[in-house]
């Protein structure tokens, strides 16, 4: 009976890796996207396709894994200054498209006849947007790291945060839920605050440690095993405290972007987090109820209709209103238009209370599903309807692969070129990689073999031999993407010699606490020649020029030392301005003329009064 039982589990797990690798190329090929090949598996080997699987709640509930690793994975890049810095965004943009939204989604329910609490936790539910769809979808794009990648992100934040609130109103709006005392209402926010400082505390002073430790072990299978408890033990916390799991999944993520494991981290939790993220979806395909879609398919398709476009226009309008472009508005508007994952525990709850009743939930559940399918769909009209930038062709283009020269140049744009040719004209074996495909045909013409790469991707430069060089030159001209790089560089090969294009001396500094071994702002020589070049022409010595090059560069190394150890504002006494030096003046005029009391003060008044005379 153990062998039956055990083969029978055997065919479940082959069952959905297939369902997966078989649907996914298929739906990519087509150009509909991974999610929706998920989707499409799930529903064909649940409960209302082939009945491979019968309770697709219970592997929603251990894929729901996939999204708590992916926001960890989002939390490891995002610096807590950089958290900081979208706060405006989280608290203002968030908190604005939630409670708009809330408000329309709400009026669609009464519209419909629907009492007030069933409307409002109906499109409350609706207004959690599915982090999975969305994160998946800009990492697909390479948006996650661009500013309207980061607002997108800081909604979806405030959105988790915004579950609890939800929670505790319809603990309130339940029949008998306003027995609930304000004492039991301030205690469970007591728990929740406390979790998240908890959770901070140990990030900030127990984390590092461990894995300094675990690190110094030397044992990789131990290493694994820390970062997949820090992610679940984060999780776990925050749900048994009231909150959710992808929140504590996401600060434990915050919390260690600044240590130094946190590529190794990245690294070990990636491949756990794609196959779970891929279970998430395949689960929620099952757990589509057919029999309830066909029994109420037009309240279903109404209100799918329906709350889509009143979230979209709340969306949109919040984002105009917020100076967003016409174009970005409408991004935002489809991608975020579908409810998630966290409308399940909601209506959840609500049934639970009985606010709801198992048909109302099961519609609902229904409406939340499809509108996720159609996000997809909704995304190919709209490239469609607004077209981007055609794409170039990779057409005799070869991707970076096993390249082995002793200096990678990362970057082959004007400042690349030029750097490339001392190299090249000693006969040094020169690796060079760009992601832009035009410039690598276009330099084709000139000579170069340049291949395609992000030198932002570990994967990519490994496959480009950063590894095995002797230097890497960073050119790119964007300063974040040559501080990423400076940093992913230097914590996956320590002993490689790294140079870097700054673009200004903000970047400068950032690459050189990154570890950087040589940086040069991309004006600074050129501006210098450039000065010299005109004080020579307005007659003076070249020599004297030249001391006078190398005492600005003296003054700016002396400037720069001081803003590593301090703020950009430090070191201005290094700078020579143009305004006039003030002479100092007496407040009153002295009634008599000054008086010198020694014959060196004397000689002083003297050479003094003539040179004032001529």
Known sequence: MAVEASSSEL????????????????????????ILGYLAAGLVIGPFGLRIFSDPAAILHVAELGVVMFLFIIGLEMQPSRLWGLRREIFGLGALQVGLCALLLTACGLLGGFPVAQAFVAGAGFVLTSTAIVMQLLEEQGEIATPKGQRMVSILLLEDLAIVPLLALVAFLAPGGADTTLQQRFTEIGIGIAAIVGLVVAGRYLLNPLFRVLADARAREVMTAAALLVVLGSALAMQMSGLSMAMGAFLAGVLLSESTFRHQLEADIEPFRGVLLGLFFLAVGMSLNLGVVAENWQLVAIYVVAYMI????????????????HREAIERAVVMAQGGEFAFVLYSAATQAGIIDGSANAILTAI?????????????????????????????????????????????????????????????????????????????NFGFKVYYGDGTRLDILHAAGAGRARAVLICVDKPETAVRIAELVKAEFPLVTVFARAFDRGTSLQLVKAGVDYQLRETFESALVFGGSTLEALGEDPEEVAEVIEDVRRRDAARFDLQLTGDIRDGRNFLKGNLATPVPAPVTQPRRPAQALSEETAAVLKNATSATSS
């Open 11 to 34: 065919v479940n797990v082959v069952a959905l890796l297939g369902a997966g690798v078989v649907a996914v190329p298929i739906f990519k090929r087509a150009g509909l996207g991974s």
């Open 310 to 325: 009143a979230k979209a226009l709340g969306i949109y309008v919040v984002a105009r209103l917020l100076k967003a472009s």
């Open 368 to 444: 939340i599903i499809i509108s996720m399918a159609l996000t997809p769909l909704a995304i190919i009209a709209l490239r469609y309807l607004y077209p981007q930038r055609d794409e170039p062709s990779l057409d005799g283009v070869d991707v970076a692969d096993g390249l082995s020269g002793s200096v990678l140049i990362i970057g082959f744009g004007r400042f690349g070129q030029i750097a490339s040719q001392p190299l090249i004209l000693r006969g040094v074996d020169v690796s060079i990689i760009d992601n832009d495909v035009e410039m690598i045909q276009a330099a084709a």
